[in-house]
C-alpha cells in the first residue's frame, strides 16, 4: 500500500528566507504525486503536481517540487517566502485506484513566518 | 474552489442521528472522493467514485455510505452518527489526463460534531 511521510510537523522561516518542505512516498510504480495547501479554516488548494516528464515542476504561488525517484522524495520549495504563505501543506500520492485521483496523504507540515 | 460545492459547512448531530453531506461539481469530472481530516492525522480517503453507478470504498468506510446516480453529485450518508465521526470533511473531484485544470479540486468542507 501507498504510504506518504512529511517529516517536519511545524517549520518557521522568516519572511524573505527560502522554504523547503520534506515528502517522501512508498509507492511501487511510478507515483502522481501533488501538493496541497491550506489556510485555517479553509479548503485545500492544488499548488502543483507531477505525473510524468519532467521531474521539476512549477506551481503556483512562485512554489515548485522536484520529484527524485532515487530518493522516493517530492519535496516543495520557494526561494523567497511572503508572509501569506503561513499556511498547513500536505503531500499526496495518487495510487491506481480511480485513475490515481483517490489520494493518501501524508499528516501535513504546519509553516510559521516571521516577520 | 473551482467548481466543488459543500453543504452544509456546519452540523451537529446527536449519537445514533442519521445525515447526509451533500457534495456537487459542475465541471463533468468523472471522478469524485470523500475525505475526513482529523488533527495530525491528514486527510483520509472514506470512499470514491469513478462515474455515475460505480463507487468503492477507500481506508476508512466504516459507518458511512454513499452513491452516485449523476456524474454532478456524490452524497455521504451516515446512518447512525457516532461520536468517532466528529471530523472536517471533504469532497474532491478531478477528471483523467495530465492537464493543469484537471486536478483532485476540493470543496470547502463541512465540519460535523456528534455528541
Known amino acids: 500500500a501507498q504510504s506518504v511521510t512529511q517529516p517536519d510537523i511545524h517549520i518557521t522561516v522568516s519572511e524573505g528566507a527560502s522554504l523547503e518542505l520534506r515528502c517522501n512516498y512508498s509507492y511501487g510504480a511510478t507515483p502522481y504525486l501533488f501538493w496541497y495547501v491550506q489556510s485555517p479554516g479553509q479548503g485545500l488548494q492544488l499548488l502543483l503536481k507531477y505525473f510524468s516528464g519532467d521531474t521539476l515542476v512549477q506551481g503556483i504561488k512562485g512554489f515548485e517540487a522536484e520529484f527524485k525517484r532515487s530518493q522516493s522524495s517530492f519535496n516543495l520549495r520557494k526561494p523567497s517566502v511572503h508572509w501569506s504563505d503561513a499556511a498547513e501543506y500536505f503531500c499526496a500520492v495518487g495510487a491506481l485506484r480511480a485513475g490515481r485521483r483517490a489520494l493518501t496523504f501524508g499528516s501535513g507540515t504546519r509553516l510559521q513566518v516571521q516577520p | 474552489n473551482a467548481g466543488v460545492t459543500q453543504t452544509p459547512k456546519f452540523q451537529v448531530l446527536k449519537t445514533g442521528q442519521s445525515m447526509t453531506l451533500q457534495c456537487a461539481q459542475d465541471m463533468n469530472h468523472e471522478y469524485m472522493s470523500w475525505y475526513r481530516q482529523d488533527p495530525g492525522m491528514g486527510l483520509r480517503l472514506i470512499h470514491y467514485?469513478?462515474?455515475?453507478?460505480?463507487?468503492d470504498q477507500g481506508e476508512v468506510p466504516n459507518g458511512y455510505n454513499v452513491s452516485r446516480s449523476t456524474t454532478e453529485d456524490f452524497p455521504l450518508r451516515l446512518l447512525s452518527a457516532a461520536p468517532s465521526q466528529t471530523s472536517v470533511y471533504f469532497c474532491a473531484s478531478s477528471t483523467a489526463g495530465q492537464g493543469p485544470s484537471n486536478g483532485p479540486y476540493f470543496g470547502s468542507g463541512t465540519r460535523l460534531t456528534v455528541v
Open positions: 467514485s469513478v462515474g455515475a453507478g460505480i463507487t
